[in-house]
């Protein structure tokens, strides 16, 4: 038996404790399979700031998440133990500190058997998370949703940024490049090199515009090819999202994915193993009616229907 959400019958939804789903909090349970863990920082952010508000702004926006998805005949919170472990106290001035503090504690919280949802914070966060999936796993699948391909080198010179954590990843050898997929890549970059560099390093693609033309069958099936039955982290950044669907990020680009779409790609994940995953860039001072942090309590909601459930 494990302890679900609070009863929205006894209490209302918008009452109460503002954990993930309103599940109860790692410390009341007796041991978790799966930790909600929030790292509030966007020091790595090269436009619109404001990400480190995105783990409570996802928290609050996912009250209304209810015990059973239909769309993959799951009970998330009833098939895994389920818990909230609260924010990483992550030095909003030191960019090397707060990526030390990421590892540790993914480290420590994910111990040898959890597994992580990490709700950012900005892309930066995505390479200390990497390291300690590298730890467990050696080389490890990569499914990254974005408009941006974040494998840039370096913005005014600096090594850490949103921008850069899968070229670094690549760098430190954390990521199986047979199996590594960009997924929503579109807007203007700053050169056709950008995109070479990306296939170099060994990541393939599948562009906004292949949603367009193709069907979404034919999408998840390219994903499920490129994956394997390897350990897979997902990696996904709120912005793989049409502005209309996610306003409220920091790098906003037109043509992306509608929410429809990209929950259907996660709920293709199902049977894949996917051994984490982390959902970054909602900056909440940008979104309205909490559109944004919907769209990213439902990726959650999806996520955690397709993650380890509890062994047998
Ligand atoms: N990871 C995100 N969201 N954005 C990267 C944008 C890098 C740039 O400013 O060109
Ligand atoms: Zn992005
Ligand atoms: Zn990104």
Redesign the pocket.
């Known amino acids: 038996m494990t302890i679900g959400p609070v009863d929205a019958t006894q209490v209302p939804r918008y009452a109460g404790d503002t954990t993930f789903a309103r599940l109860p909090r790692l410390a009341d349970v007796a041991d978790a399979d799966t930790v909600v863990w929030g790292v509030p920082f966007d020091g790595g ?3 619109r700031p404001g990400a480190r508000f995105g783990p409570n702004h996802i928290r609050q926006s996912s009250r209304l998440l209810r015990p059973y998805n239909p769309a993959q005949d799951s009970e998330p919170f009833a098939r895994a133990q389920v818990a909230d472990a609260g924010d990483l106290g992550a030095n909003p001035f030191s960019l090397d500190e707060a990526i030390a503090a990421v590892e540790d504690g993914a480290r420590a919280l994910s111990g040898t058997s959890r597994t992580l949802l990490t709700i950012g914070g ?2 930066t966060i995505a390479l200390p998370l990497l390291r300690v999936q590298h730890e467990r796993h050696g080389p490890i699948a990569v499914l990254h949703f ?3 391909l ?1 494998t ?1 080198d370096t ?1 005014f010179g600096a090594p850490y ?3 850069t954590p899968f070229r670094r990843a690549s760098e430190e050898e954390l990521i199986d490049f047979d199996h590594a997929m960009h997924v929503g890549i579109r807007g203007p970059l ?1 050169s056709r090199l950008d995109l070479d560099e990306s296939e170099k390093l060994g990541f393939s693609a599948v562009h906004a515009r292949d949603f367009v033309r193709s069907p979404i069958d034919d999408i998840v099936n390219r994903v499920r090819e490129r994956l394997g039955d390897r350990p897979v982290y997902v990696s996904l ?1 709120i ?1 793989v999202l049409d502005p209309a669907f996610a306003p409220g ?3 906003p680009e037109a043509g992306g994915l509608s929410s429809a779409q990209l929950l259907e790609v996660l709920r293709g994940l199902e049977g894949l193993n996917v051994v984490g995953a982390d959902i ?2 909602v900056s909440p001072a940008y979104d309205h009616a909490e559109i944004t942090g919907i769209a990213a309590a439902h990726v959650a909601y999806e996520l955690l229907s397709v993650l380890p459930g509890r062994p047998a």
């Open positions: 952010v090269s436009y900005d892309h974005d408009a941006h974040d840039w913005y940024t949103h921008g700053y950044d912005d990020t920091g790098t970054v860039e």
